[in-house]
T-cell receptor, first 113, second 110 residues
Framework: GAGVSQSPSNKVTEKGKDVELRCDPI?????LYWYRQRLGQGLEFLIY????????KSGLPSDRFSAERTGGSVSTLTIQRTQQEDSAVYLC???????????FGQGTRLTVV | DQQVKQNSPSLSVQEGRISILNCDYT??????FLWYKKYPAEGPTFLIS?????DKNEDGRFTVFLNKSAKHLSLHIVPSQPGDSAVYFC?????????FGTGTLLAVQP
C-alpha cells in the first residue's frame, strides 16, 4: 500500500481480555516501530524491529505486552489481560533506515472498559 | 522522567503572524531533533529536522532553531495559515528510538 496501515482503527475491549493490533508497514521498509499515546501524554516508545535483528523491547511496559514481526513485514502487537491503563492510541511507524525517516500509520484507538 | 518537554499545551495565533513553538530537552546525547505535525485521527507526519551539529534549518515557512547550550529548540512558522492548525510534537533522536514531547496544539485564527 501507499502508507502504513493499522487495523482495527478502533477497538473496545473488556478488562482482562486479550487484544491484537496489526500494522502493515510500507513495502520495503526494514524498520518498524510501535508507539502509544495515552490521553494528555506524548508518544511513548514501545518496541523497534530492524530487519532480522533482535527487536529492541525496552519500551514495553509489562510482560503482558508482546510483539511479533512476521517475514520482515506485518507486525502484531498483543496485549494480554488488558487493563484500563492500557487505553491509548497505538501507533505504528516504518522506515527505510533511521527513525528520522519514519512514516506513521493512523493509529488504533484502544479503549478498555 | 520526561526528557523532552513542551511546556505550552496550546497556542493561538492570528493568520499571517508568526507561530513559535518551543521544546526543551535534558539529554545532551540526543543527536537529531525533529518536529512532527498531527491532525486528529491521523498519525504524526514528519515536518522538519535538525542535526545536533547545526543551529538552524529552514524549509519554506518552517524554521527550526537549536540552542544546545540551553538545551532548547523552537519551531517558527511564518506566515501562519489556518491549515497549520494541528498538534505539533517535538522529538529527539537517540539510537533506534524517538522520544517525543507531549505536544502543543496550535490554532491559527483566520
Amino acid at each position: 500500500g501507499a502508507g502504513v496501515s493499522q487495523s482495527p482503527s478502533n477497538k473496545v475491549t473488556e478488562k482482562g481480555k486479550d487484544v491484537e493490533l496489526r500494522c502493515d508497514p510500507i513495502s520495503g521498509h526494514t524498520a518498524l516501530y510501535w508507539y502509544r499515546q495515552r490521553l494528555g501524554q506524548g508518544l511513548e516508545f514501545l518496541i523497534y524491529f530492524q530487519g532480522n535483528s533482535a527487536p529492541d523491547k525496552s519500551g514495553l511496559p509489562s510482560d503482558r505486552f508482546s510483539a511479533e514481526r512476521t517475514g520482515g513485514s506485518v507486525s502484531t502487537l498483543t496485549i494480554q489481560r488488558t487493563q484500563q491503563e492500557d487505553s491509548a492510541v497505538y501507533l505504528c511507524a516504518s522506515s527505510l533506515g533511521g527513525i528520522t525517516e519514519a512514516f506513521f500509520g493512523q493509529g488504533t484507538r484502544l479503549t478498555v472498559v | 522522567d520526561q526528557q523532552v518537554k513542551q511546556n505550552s499545551p496550546s497556542l493561538s495565533v492570528q493568520e499571517g503572524r508568526i507561530s513559535i513553538l518551543n521544546c526543551d530537552y535534558t539529554n545532551s546525547m540526543f543527536d537529531y531533533f525533529l518536529w512532527y505535525k498531527k491532525y486528529p485521527a491521523e498519525g504524526p507526519t514528519f515536518l522538519i529536522s535538525i542535526s545536533s551539529i547545526k543551529d538552524k534549518n529552514e524549509d519554506g515557512r518552517f524554521t527550526v532553531f537549536l540552542n544546545k547550550s540551553a538545551k532548547h529548540l523552537s519551531l517558527h512558522i511564518v506566515p501562519s495559515q489556518p491549515g497549520d492548525s494541528a498538534v505539533y510534537f517535538c522529538a529527539a533522536s537517540y539510537p533506534n528510538k524517538l522520544i517525543f514531547g507531549t505536544g502543543t496544539l496550535l490554532a491559527v485564527q483566520p
